[in-house]
């Protein structure tokens, strides 16, 4: 009896492997958001998280199309048909929401760092990606809008609000250490000019943190150990957990179309 | 001739209207680009407000359907991200429509940057400026959330984007 795969193989030149990183950051984030919808704390919350997930998806279909037409694939085939190992994600965005505290601390950790992002890479000297971070960039202000606002709410909020802020926090500072790094393909785009400098937005992200957890009373973790593998494809046991559900359908029918 | 059937492509396609805002076509939204009419074959190249706005696939179903309606079969039709699309391209009638429908039209640029920006959206019922926004998030990725603090009335408000 022959194996039969329904995986396929990507050829990840630099370009492809961070349109795919930046891609699948929005995918997996906007997936666990989706997880909220018909659960928040209140309805105003629900549709803000859906928007927002809306937003992201809306972004990695953006992205996974660029990179499609990159390697000879199309966006379907690069988000269905890829395992977890293939996933380029930040792991911070695989992990589970928690409660609503802990996913509002996620959403600002994240959404700190990846604003400034789109906003450099609107000069970047690959005018596709030039155009798709001018749209993701209004996007993603207004989603640091909104996770500051509910961070200092929750945090300068009643004692227990304030405890799971903090704790949703210390769970996930060791993950933002990813954010920022940088290997030899990244490199090589950051030296042409096509992608941002991580490195350089370090300061702007962290003096953003320290401004928001004041008004917050909110108190920075400490720097240490932090974890690493998302962007090479070691993902936390929580990746392909969603990957089942999300893939589900075109594993068992690929190319199905409704 | 060449000259009419353009102007007949984008007549039809003109009078498409936003699945979730019905008062609105997609030339009023500013979504609309460009159409242009090439040996019989009509390209229409169309801009998303958001790049998740759901009513994409439908508008750019609803345009081949206008299309075959004035005769016109097997459009294509482009989707643009650049230049990005901004709440400035809602036309002046736009707005007017929109305000009629119960919805606070967006301020003119400017402004939503501050992070804790005051933005203001007067009461589209009874035009009190004294509101107060409820969700960023409304019902559609574009709209938010408000209150009339007057009439005591919510309401939706596009984002100012």
Not at chain 1, 104 to 120: C, V
Not at chain 1, 218 to 228: E, G, N
């Amino acid at each position: 009896m022959s194996v039969t795969t329904t995986s396929i193989a990507v050829d990840e030149t630099p370009l492809v492997l961070h349109l795919l990183r930046r891609a699948d950051d929005a995918l997996i984030l906007g997936h666990r958001l989706s997880e909220w919808t018909g659960n928040a704390p209140t309805l105003e919350e629900d549709l803000a998280l859906a928007n927002i997930a809306l937003d992201l998806i809306g972004q990695s279909r953006a992205l996974f199309d660029y990179a499609g037409s990159l390697c000879g694939l199309d966006e379907d085939q690069l988000a269905y048909r890829r395992d977890a190992r293939q996933y380029r994600n930040l792991l911070i965005t695989e992990q589970l929401n928690g409660d609503f505290a802990c996913t509002i601390a996620r959403q600002f950790l994240y959404s700190a760092f990846i604003d400034p992002y789109w906003r450099e890479a609107m000069s970047s000297s690959d005018a596709t990606i030039a155009a798709i971070a001018a749209k993701a960039e209004k996007e993603t202000a207004y989603h640091l809008r909104h996770a500051s606002e509910w961070l200092i709410r929750l945090g300068d909020g009643t004692g227990e609000s304030h405890r799971r802020a903090q704790a949703g926090l210390e769970e996930l500072w060791p993950f933002t250490g990813e954010f920022f790094e940088v290997d030899a393909p990244d490199q090589s785009l950051i030296d042409a000019g096509t992608i941002p400098d991580p490195a350089e937005l370090h300061d702007g992200w962290s003096s953003r943190i320290n401004t928001i957890l004041a008004r917050a009373t909110l108190t920075r973790p400490k720097d240490s150990w932090m974890q690493t593998g998302g962007r090479t494809g070691r993902h936390s046991e929580h990746l392909g957990h969603i990957l089942a559900e999300l893939q589900y359908l075109q594993r068992s029918h690929p190319g199905a179309k409704w | 001739m060449v000259a009419d059937a353009r102007q007949r492509a984008y007549e039809a396609v003109a009078t498409v209207t936003d699945p979730e805002i019905p008062v609105l076509t997609i030339a009023d939204l500013g979504v609309l680009r460009d159409v242009t009419v090439n040996d019989g074959q009509v390209e229409v190249t169309i801009t998303p407000t958001y790049t998740g706005c759901p009513a994409m696939n439908v508008i750019a179903l609803e345009i081949d359907m206008a299309l075959v309606r004035a005769g016109f079969t097997g459009a294509k039709i482009r989707t643009v991200l650049s230049p990005a699309w901004t709440t400035d391209w809602l036309t002046a009638s736009g707005r007017e429509k929109l305000l009629a429908y119960g919805i606070a039209p967006p301020d003119r640029a400017g402004g939503r940057r501050a992070l804790f920006g005051e933005a203001r959206a007067a009461c589209p019922l009874c035009g009190s400026g004294d509101t107060e926004l409820l969700a960023e998030f409304g019902s559609t990725a574009c709209k938010s959330l408000y209150r009339c603090r007057s009439c005591r009335e919510p309401f939706d408000a596009f984002k100012c984007h």
